[in-house]
């Protein structure tokens, strides 16, 4: 297993004010969201190896829906089964063109577990 990437939120139209701090201030790199991602907007970042996506989602009280974590697993399957042999409560999450499963821990943090590289 092995971090992916990392999501953080921003409000609608963010977009010119993340890229400006994220490549202009940071160094990052921009790189291109999946297409049927684009028309949620955000923007998404190379950070030396690791993806940092700039989700947008609206400000509110509470934990945002977007923020979570994200793990690369070879046998995602594998995993999903033993975690809910365990008790943990595993989700299909809304529909994206990779392979994945959501899950939260303990104390509430949302995590994506997805299969490298597999598209569906």
Partial sequence: MYLSHVNVTMPKGGEPQ???FYVGCLGMREIPKPEPLCEEGGVWFDA???ELHVSIEEPRAGAGNQLHIGFG???LDGLRARLEAAGVVTENGPKVPWKRFLLHDPFGNRI????PG???
Avoid: M, P, T, W
């Fill in 73 to 75: 697993c070879g046998d």
């Fill in 48 to 50: 030396g190896g690791l």
């Fill in 112 to 115: 994506e577990i997805h299969a």
């Fill in 118 to 120: 597999v598209r569906v």
């Fill in 18 to 20: 993340a890229r400006a």
